[in-house]
């Protein structure tokens, strides 16, 4: 989804009118929302078929030792896996929107995304246990990369050509072939392990102790924002170049309007477009799990619950972490949209 | 790879002429200037030999990845099993020095894992071009009802969202080849991660094809081709394909450091190649074990890959400024 479904075009004189414009936008909105949900419908459909793709018996695992045929039975009809699978299916997607109920549980409220194959836990209840892990996670590294990324690309862009242009993309050439794998250890090794500057990467909530939840996750936020900030320097420095040669703003500077003012009312609205795509997406991909970064770090997020799902065979967890982690990506690529048009009164909502 | 395609570029154009201004000729001129890209080439190429010659090399220096030399000499590890000399037991006998706990050499075990990756990653990356250009470009001249399909089937592999999916689909390739209390073999694991990287890649480059041949079908060239009764055979492999190579090049180029981390990454996490099967990821993982005693066991492939992603990424650069000058990054 890497170009936006908007088409540039000029609007008629008139057709700008704000009635006009918003009715687009809401059409735009009601149009995409379905088209997701589709998406998330089929993709969650290929997970499921996919889970029984392989021969397995996820009550076999959850009986244990002293395993009786009854208990067995037992198990799969508590777990709801007895019936066909295109059925378990259905009772899966009726149970997001109207609930569900469970032989053996407690009755599962809307949206029920069922319980736990390998702990019997609410799956609804354990992701939302894990999500603020991955939610501080990806916006705190979000606010880092976005601060130095594109704060380096405007001054890049700037001082074309001299040597702060030069090492800032000599930098961020370097900062994208650095993977987190590898640079998580090595700053481990070297703030926590060696100085002690840091402690050991974890998880606090915001609201019990803001001190610890700031020092805790500010390793992985500095670690993916080395990676992420390259990319945004390149674009902005490249977007702004390009869009500081335009003729709208030579002609704001001939008006007499102060550099500043044509830097950022005129060349920055204009190269601010691509990256709000790109931010756009990489805001979903991390909020779907970093993966490897949680693993790097040891920190309980989405990304490690995935694993941990499709470790154990739990179906309804994987379902759940996939719903969510497809949902983040095709939620963020609507949003994108939207916000490019209000960036761009260029772009017609196609 | 990029001298072969360059002279291919080179080879196609025919020798009529005396200036040779081809722009397989011009391109390759270009690239000869750049001296970034040069010496990336040579970082490149350097590190293909390596892996290509790894048993000759491991063969002159006389170990293999496999044994562990701790346990006929207990002196190379000390009591808590790290290495007993400084850096990581680095030597004139062992150069890289000696994995903890087992004890094998890391000189080999680090050649043998370039090979294991490289190979991988160049695999995955020929197969989802492959699968991309034939995707690609067939959605794009059929038109119609196929490209609907195509366009409708790329949006939702761009929405999947990757890793989870790289994670979840390993062991349903295992599964459809063996029985699921078996072993699983080295070959099926590397044929897995290549399957998976390329099912999961190709939509983008087959998107991009797809939106070139489109404009390409309307120009006079295919009319004329069309109308003196070329089969559609020709028109594609004749007509369309010598006007996609440069995004073909560049897209491949993307590709391959991007399929290295993600295949170091899959074994990083415990999903790709595993133990003993000396790999990029293998290692990486190996060295989180250890990496608070004994750094030097992780700076060895972690260093090495990095310069391989960035002597790739220069390339890659320097090969799409001597193709397509026009193009700003």
Known sequence: MAAPAATPLYFPPGDGAPSGKSRLMFRFLVRRVIGALVILLIISAITFWLFYAVPRDPAMMSCGKNCTPENLEQIRKNLGIDKPIPVQYWLWLVGIFAGRNYAGFDYCNAPCLGYSFANREPVYDTIMDRLPTTLSLAFGAAVVFLILGIGAGMLAALKQGKFLDKFASSASLLGSSLQIYFVGYIAMFFFVAQLGWLSQPQYTPLTDDPGAWFSGLLLPWLVLAIIFTANYTRMTRSQLVEQLSEDYVRTARAKGLSRANVFFRFAWRGAMGPIVTVFGIDLGTLIGGAIITESTFSLQGIGRLAVKSVDQSDLPMLLGVTLLAAGAIVFFNILVDAVYALIDPRIRLA | ?329
Not at chain 2, 123 to 129: I, P, Y
Not at chain 2, 183 to 199: F, N, Q
Request: no cysteine; net charge neutral; proline share 6%.
């Open chain 2, 1 to 329: 790879m990029t001298d072969e395609a360059t002279a291919k570029l080179t080879a196609s154009d025919g020798s009529k002429g005396s200036e040779g201004r081809s722009p397989g000729r011009l391109a390759w001129k270009r690239f000869k200037r750049d001296k970034t890209g040069v010496i990336s080439a040579y970082v490149v190429i350097f590190f293909f030999v390596i892996a290509i010659a790894a048993p000759l090399i491991a063969k002159l220096y006389g170990k293999d990845p496999y044994t562990t030399y701790a346990s006929a000499n207990p002196n190379l590890l000390n009591v808590f099993s790290y290495p007993a000399g400084p850096n990581g037991g680095m030597s004139s006998d062992f150069w890289f020095g000696i994995e903890p706990q087992l004890g094998r050499d890391v000189f080999t075990f680090l050649l043998y894992a370039i090979r294991t990756s490289l190979g991988i990653a160049l695999a995955a990356t020929l197969l989802t071009v492959f699968l991309g250009v034939v995707i690609g470009v067939t959605a794009g001249y059929l038109g119609g009802k196929t490209d609907y399909l195509v366009g409708r089937v790329i949006d939702i592999l761009l929405s999947f969202p990757s890793t989870l999916f790289f994670i979840a689909f390993m062991p349903v390739i295992y599964g459809l080849f063996i029985a699921p209390d078996e072993d699983i073999p080295t070959w099926l694991r590397a044929t897995g991660l290549i399957i998976v990287l390329a099912t999961f890649g190709w939509a983008s480059i087959a998107r991009l094809l797809r939106g070139q041949v489109l404009g390409l079908r309307e120009r006079e060239f295919v009319e004329a081709a069309k109308v003196t009764g070329a089969s559609p055979r020709r028109i594609v492999f004749k007509e369309l394909l010598p006007n996609l190579w440069t995004p073909i090049i560049i897209q491949g180029t993307l590709m391959l450091p991007a399929f290295v981390t993600a295949e170091a990454g899959l074994a990083f996490l415990g999903v790709g190649m595993i133990d003993p099967t000396p790999d990029w990821g293998v290692m990486i993982q190996r060295g989180a074990m250890f990496y608070t005693e004994d750094i030097t066991f992780m700076l060895f492939p972690g260093l090495s890959m990095v310069i391989f992603v960035l002597a790739f990424n220069l390339l890659g650069d320097s090969v799409r400024d001597a193709l397509d000058p026009k193009s700003k990054r």
